[in-house]
């Protein structure tokens, strides 16, 4: 499994919060934020997303699906120069004027559908995502605060239409059916954006096609518990010790064994969160051969223990922070 396709596999919706908004214009929409993961697209017509903090505002028109990346609050609108105030601030669960006032019933036209008044031609699709675990933040934190995938030429015209028709009904296990249907948008979205010629994508994404980086990537993610070494990765490789480093820190943007400490870490944060398995066993299973060996590097990068970290739920990083590839 290639590092890209070991990262998407553990990015996975849980609760997904879908929101379809009928507007007629001028219209400008505020999402608090508080997830650091939304998905965003215009299903007919045409606007902007404006991500503050001084980004410049990213267009979308029809079928244009962009992610948005932080917990911080954005703007879509139809004109991003005549600064329309927020007709409702979208929540995780209500919406409310600018000024805080709840206006849920006021917006609500239906199931997980809003609008602004009558007439409304245009049609924004949200869904926010709440990643969990160390692996997916590696990949989140990665990418830029808006990217965007434009549907000319893209294959995300069949995605969208399911996840419309889906939105509205409320069928037996109609949840699990949403979040799978926003996996499937955001990885094909992801996938279409990696692809495309103007991204600017990681450096650990860039350095897979090269033979010798992107070889050792993919070792590192296949085998995580081998005791590698440079000069096991070398070996691997076809190259000497000296060439692996030099290239290795040249493309990805920090040593072979930095890298294998973040992805092990990682591995070990997202196994104490989700199994019952001892950090014995976590330790083994990611590279360390005791759960001393894992607890002092936890310890060094994370600012806490595992033990520690299972018990009160902290996250992982919050102490020195967490290596992002």
Not at 141 to 150: I, S, W
């Amino acid at each position: 499994m290639d590092p890209l396709a070991s990262l998407l596999y553990e990015v996975r919706s849980n609760g997904a919060l879908f929101s379809r908004n009928i507007l007629a214009p001028p219209w400008s929409i505020r999402f608090a934020g508080g997830t650091p993961l939304a998905v965003v697209t215009l299903l007919r017509g045409s606007g902007w997303i404006v991500p503050g903090g001084g980004a410049e505002p990213v267009a979308l028109g029809p079928g244009d699906v962009a992610l948005v990346t932080g917990a911080e609050p954005f703007t879509v609108t139809d004109d991003a120069s005549a600064r329309t105030p927020p007709f409702y601030v979208v929540h995780a669960d209500h919406c409310t004027t600018a000024d805080g006032e709840d206006v849920s019933e006021d917006v609500i036209l239906g199931l997980r559908t809003c609008t602004n008044g009558p007439g409304g031609t245009t049609v924004l699709l949200t869904g926010s995502y709440q990643v969990d675990g160390r692996v997916s933040e590696r990949l989140i934190g990665g990418l830029p605060r808006v990217l965007a995938v434009h549907r000319d030429g893209g294959r995300l015209g069949p995605v969208l239409e399911l996840t419309d028709g889906e939105i509205s009904r409320e069928d037996p296990g109609q949840q699990a059916v949403l979040d799978r249907l926003l996996d499937l948008l955001l990885l094909s979205t992801l996938r279409e954006w990696f692809a495309g010629p103007e991204a600017d994508p990681p450096a650990w994404y860039r350095a897979l096609g090269d033979p010798v980086a992107g070889r050792a990537l993919r070792l590192i993610h296949d085998r995580p518990a081998r005791p590698w070494t440079v000069t096991a990765l070398a070996q691997e490789t076809g190259v000497s010790r000296a060439t692996l480093a030099r290239r290795f820190a040249d493309l990805v943007g920090e040593p072979p064994m930095t890298y294998l400490t973040g992805w092990r870490l990682a591995l070990a944060a997202d196994l104490l969160a989700r199994t019952d398995s001892t950090v014995e066993s976590i330790a083994r299973q990611v590279g360390y051969q005791s759960a001393f060996g894992l607890s002092v590097a936890f310890k060094r990068v994370y600012g806490t223990r595992p033990s520690e970290h299972r018990t009160t739920g902290a996250p992982a990083g919050a102490g020195r922070g967490l290596p992002v590839p």
